[in-house]
């Protein structure tokens, strides 16, 4: 190989690495600056909240954690005693379909309360943000824009 | 000089000599080998041009001011983009977090 040819290429080798060391570098010390001080941060930043504002969801959030927590204990539960009752058996059992009902009662139960959640911190927002907020904790949590789609009949097929 | 040529011996022995010279036979094809040995000896100097072309942008890559001017110009770009990339990591990161921190796996 010749040498004009084998410094070119070097100096491609050197432009890749000096190009991809800086996005990395970059991308890293952005990250690392952007990182929230707390669980709740990304509200702040997102939807633009003031001090009060950011205050008053504080408030809320420390107020729902205990209840969410206390649920999830019941749903971790009743998952343990449907496993167990479908250990018992190799058939759908009354009573594993009781718990199964006990379970999906326990899960709405849950959803309804983190639903509540969401429009009591949506109301310490601001109106438009406070919409977006909503509308975003609705599509994460529970999957709407997407689950409907999936569930409707088309989504089905036609079998 | 002058003397020398004007005896009629000496021109005598030039023609003698002329005559004596054996031109050799060519060689077959000899014509075409002949062209063919020039377009051989051209060709490389058609190649040496690419050669050329790189030798000069390796010089122009090698200048200071010009190397500088790379490397300055990659890594801004390199910077800003990767700050832009991290920008979305931290907000997507941010946006799990409290998720998780509401909406435990198990409950959605």
Sequence with gaps: ?159 | MNKENTYPADEKLGALLRESRVSPALPPRFQENVWRRIEDAEAPAKSGGSIAWLEALVALMLRPRFACATVAALMVCGILLGAHSGAQIARHDAEARYVASVSPDSVR
């Design chain 1, 1 to 159: 190989m010749n040498r004009p040819l084998v410094i070119f290429l070097g100096v491609l080798v050197l432009g890749a690495a000096i190009f991809t060391g800086s996005y990395f570098a970059g991308q890293r010390a952005c990250a690392n600056m952007m990182q929230g001080a707390d669980d709740l941060s990304w509200l702040q930043t997102e939807f633009h909240l003031s001090d009060a504002e950011m205050a008053h969801v504080r408030q809320l959030h420390e107020g729902y954690l205990p209840q969410c927590m206390k649920l999830c204990a019941k749903i971790a539960a009743k998952k343990d005693e449907v496993a167990v009752a479908l250990a018992n058996g190799t058939n759908v059992t009354a009573e594993v379909q009781k718990k199964l009902a006990e379970l999906g009662e326990l899960h709405a139960q849950c959803q309804a309360q983190m639903l509540q959640h969401f429009v009591d911190v949506s109301r310490a927002m601001p109106p438009e943000e406070g919409r977006q907020y909503l509308a975003e904790m609705e599509r994460i949590t529970i999957g709407f824009d997407g689950v409907e789609q999936s569930m409707s009949p088309s989504g089905h097929g036609n079998n």
